[in-house]
């Protein structure tokens, strides 16, 4: 049986805070106790509080092709600037939609940057500069608070090509492998499976959502009873190679 446990009083987080830590000594007043096997899914804005991925407008001076944008989105053209920063390549521009690819490779709306819970009506937050990176430490941390083997994975919100709404995804993994292949296993009936890959990141990280909720400002999620063969994962297994984007 899987059981998800949200951490409903984790305190406001600002650079310099140890992450893991918070979320130890959060579950622990809240009555959790992580164990060797869980699975801790992180949203994505802590992480980048804790790096110091925030960003003040006032310190931007947009580019003329910021302006330009802001013109048709309706963005202010210092958020449009930094939405470039972290941009490696501009894939769809319509009325105030900005799909772009980060450098990170992830295809997503504005590069992840983002004005939602931060403190700061000056600020904006970025996506950390290495989220599989940001993941592991925040494990080793866990397990040398706790001794407990876990998986760890830093999710962020992103839309989806062929679907209306949004859902949590995986950007940061490890402990755990994001993807399952069942790629030449046999379904019930005896047929060869040609495609099937599951995102179990992804779907951990959806799963999660659930009881985080976004609007209650809940950023941290402790998933126990998923059975998972623990290693270095990483979420740029989930990113789909451009020559097999459809959508492109």
Known sequence: MIQIFPLKKLPLIKEGDNVAACIIKTAKDEGVTVQTGDVIVIAQKIVSKAEGGIVRLKAVTPSPMAEEIAKTTGKDPRHVEVILQE?????????????????HGFVCANAGVDRS????????????VD?????????EDIRRLTGANVGVIISDTFGR????GQVNVAIGVDGLRPVIDYRGQKDMFGYVLNVTQMAVADELASAAELVMRKSDGIPVA??????????HGSAKELIRPEEEDLFR
Do not use: C
């Open 87 to 103: 941009t490696d390549k501009i894939i769809r521009r319509k009325d105030a939609h900005l799909i772009v690819q980060t450098r």
């Open 117 to 128: 819970n931060v403190e700061d009506p000056d600020s904006i937050t970025i996506l950390p």
């Open 131 to 139: 989220p599989d990176h940001s993941a592991h430490l925040i494990r």
């Open 161 to 164: 090509a062929w679907r209306i």
């Open 222 to 231: 402790v998933v126990r009873g998923f059975e998972y063969d623990p290693s």
